[in-house]
């Protein structure tokens, strides 16, 4: 046996009641195939039902450990007794930590699971007969077929929660704060998501170890528990916008792009060719064209190096009305370039305010028709990275607000200098309040109360730092180096924080193009 497989392994399971149908076999496999060292914590989630009550007079002489809850909803659902069993755990000694649903049955090639489970940049996830479908059909397997003595371990989008195996370094790594590990915010659904979108930002791994099987019978008990809140929704639709995303980058992989691009090339070659064999005069005048481009980037190399201490990307679609406002507003706060790319495929004319402000060189205007989003953010944070010291990635109807006394932004950046983003609080207008007239140059908000907090957030962040190749839209980014903090200089390593300060810093948003919304004071 290997040093990681006699490393001490805790095991969790919540139930509530359906003693005889699940709980009791979950128990009776885990006694027979869980190799010692071992610590087995059960929590009876307030549970009604005689022989559900009586489990630990039936198991007094296992050594299994039981809690009772007597109020699940006050405890903080299924999340509460993760958190809870976690920390038991390493108190007594665990060095891995198993969160195995009620209904669950395990067999002999549950000790290749509890081997495997050893780096602390993975969660870990067995192969099973209902693990859902989704992000979790890389985990089906039909029977009970599969290699025992196999420890490979594949890759997946994310791991189902009925069976998550971490080590301790894992789990200590990707604390949701100082008192919990997952988001308590979460107490029915969406906890296991939750904690592996902050686990994949921060460079971790989902994968499967396809040398156990565990079945499940998917009871969803917890299910008529859970609110159905918007912090659910968000969560599915994080997952849904996460599945799509990959299915459109295997499709695109999968697509003709290289034969293509060959034959482009080879198209280009001949033209080449063709132009050698008509003489010199045909070469220069096929490279007459190339010459005015030629000059540009010549320019732009003799051109001194321009170096800003904030500064704003924005990318839209059309919505050119109302950007000289928007611009004016930022630059009274000390914004002091802004990058601008439009995906719209006719372009209109620049108002005459943001030609003014692209003629001075306060900001820059680029044009990619029918690009996608994170293409054009992606060319922004790396076109900023070698002028910008901090940025700003907002829309056009999102305004940074200063509510403290300082009322310039790169002053208050300053004493986040050690990290690589800050987070700020993201507030929405609701639909009733949102032909209020306003005006970016006299902001006010001596109606506070009409907005409305939102659990989503946005981060002004070091351009040099962040990783292009692994973007999440706007709220938070995933660096080279350093992390994501709050006002209070706290961790944030999620797409979402309901508890943000916003003491010192804002983001108003007005949901649509805020030009429709100007008052004819501005």
């Known amino acids: 046996m290997s040093a990681e497989a006699r ?12 003693a005889a149908d699940f709980v009791v076999p979950c128990i009776e496999s885990l006694l027979a195939h869980t190799p010692a060292p ?49 920390e038991k755990c390493f108190e007594n000694g665990c060095e891995k930590v198993v969160l195995l649903n009620h209904d669950t049955v395990v067999n002999e090639s549950w000790p290749v699971f509890l081997g495997a489970i050893e780096r602390g940049d993975r969660v870990y996830g067995p192969v099973s007969d209902k693990p859902g479908r989704g992000p979790y059909e890389a985990q089906i397997a039909e029977n009970e077929t599969v290699f025992r003595d196999s420890r490979i371990e594949r890759e997946t989008e ?19 704060d100082e008192k919990h590990y997952f988001d308590p915010h979460f107490p029915w659904g969406g906890n296991e998501e939750e904690w592996q979108y902050r686990f994949i930002l921060s460079g971790g791994r989902a994968v499967i170890v396809e040398g156990c099987f565990v079945s499940h019978h998917k009871q969803n008990e917890w299910r008529k528990f859970e609110k159905k809140d918007r912090w659910r929704r968000l969560a599915i639709g994080w997952s849904r916008a996460a599945r799509s995303f990959k299915k459109k980058i295997n499709l695109f992989l999968r697509s003709d792009f290289l034969k293509r691009a060959k034959a482009r090339t080879g198209r280009i070659a ?20 190339l010459e005015s ?15 800003f201490n904030t500064s704003i990307l924005a990318v839209f679609s059309g919505e050119h009305r109302g950007i000289g406002e928007w611009i004016s507003h930022h630059r009274n706060i000390g914004v002091q370039h802004f990058y601008l790319y439009d995906l719209s495929l006719h372009a209109s004319e620049r108002d005459a305010a943001v ?4 003629k001075k060189g306060i900001a820059d205007y680029v044009n990619l028709p029918g690009s ?13 990275a070698r002028e910008s010291r901090w940025l700003a990635a907002i829309n056009l109807d999102e305004f940074i607000w200063l509510p403290g006394p300082e009322k310039n932004l790169h002053h208050v950046l300053r004493a986040y200098s050690d990290h690589s983003g800050l987070a700020v609080n993201l ?3 609701p639909a009733e309040s949102k032909g209020r007239a306003f005006c970016p140059s006299d902001f006010s908000i001596e109606a506070e109360d009409t907005w409305k907090k939102s659990p989503s957030i946005r981060t002004i962040a070091r351009p040099d730092r962040i990783r292009t190749d692994r973007l999440f839209g706007l709220n938070n980014f995933a660096y080279a180096q350093g992390r994501t903090v709050d006002e209070n200089h706290k961790g944030v390593f999620g797409l979402f924080n309901p508890d943000m300060p916003g003491s010192v810093i804002r983001i108003y948003s007005y949901g649509k193009n805020p030009a429709e919304k100007l008052g004819d004071e501005c």
């Open 293 to 307: 481009s030629l000059k540009d980037r010549i320019q732009k190399l003799l051109a001194p190096k321009r170096e």
């Open 158 to 176: 994310l791991v189902n929660g009925f069976c998550l195996g971490f080590a301790k370094k894992a789990l200590l790594s990707n604390k949701y």
């Open 372 to 384: 996608e989003p994170d293409d054009a953010h992606a060319a922004g944070i790396k076109r900023s």
């Open 38 to 86: 071992r610590y087995i914590l059960l929590f009876d989630n307030q549970s009604s039902e005689k022989d559900a009550i009586s489990l630990p007079e039936k198991y007094k002489d296992s050594g299994i450990e039981f809690v009772r809850i007597d109020d699940q909803q006050e405890n903080g659902g299924l999340t509460g007794t993760w958190n809870q069993g976690i």
């Open 7 to 18: 490393k001490k392994c805790g095991i969790v399971v919540t139930y509530h009641n359906h």
């Open 270 to 289: 001949g033209k080449i060719g063709g132009a050698l064999r008509r003489g010199l005069p045909g070469v220069f005048a096929w490279l007459k064209p």
């Open 355 to 358: 030609a003014q402000y692209v």
């Open 427 to 429: 507030l929405f207008l």
